[in-house]
């Protein structure tokens, strides 16, 4: 089955955990992550879907960033209380 499939038939959001290959004619294959999220009409019924596709290499990119600034304070650039406590036990 495919996300969009998923989505309108268990009316619900659904998140491809494994990456997905995009391959396009004269490109570097592309892996992504792709969420498909089912959208209701006027009458509650379940006709569209909304599909977002996300290279992983730049979610891995912002997964790093997120982590590093959750460890570091963001004026000085050095290790935070979180950290330092971490180090320490």
């Known amino acids: 089955m495919t996300p969009v499939h998923d989505a309108l038939t268990k009316a619900t959001n659904i998140e491809v955990s494994e990456s997905l290959l995009l391959k396009e004619r004269g490109a570097e294959p592309m892996s992504l992550a792709v969420s498909a999220f089912p ?50 036990q």
């Open 39 to 88: 959208m209701r009409d006027a009458m509650n019924r379940m006709q569209k879907c909304l599909v977002i596709f996300r290279p992983l290499s730049e979610a891995r990119r912002v997964s790093s960033r997120l982590r590093w600034q959750s460890m570091h304070d963001t004026l000085a650039g050095l290790p935070n209380r979180k950290s330092l406590v971490g180090r320490l």
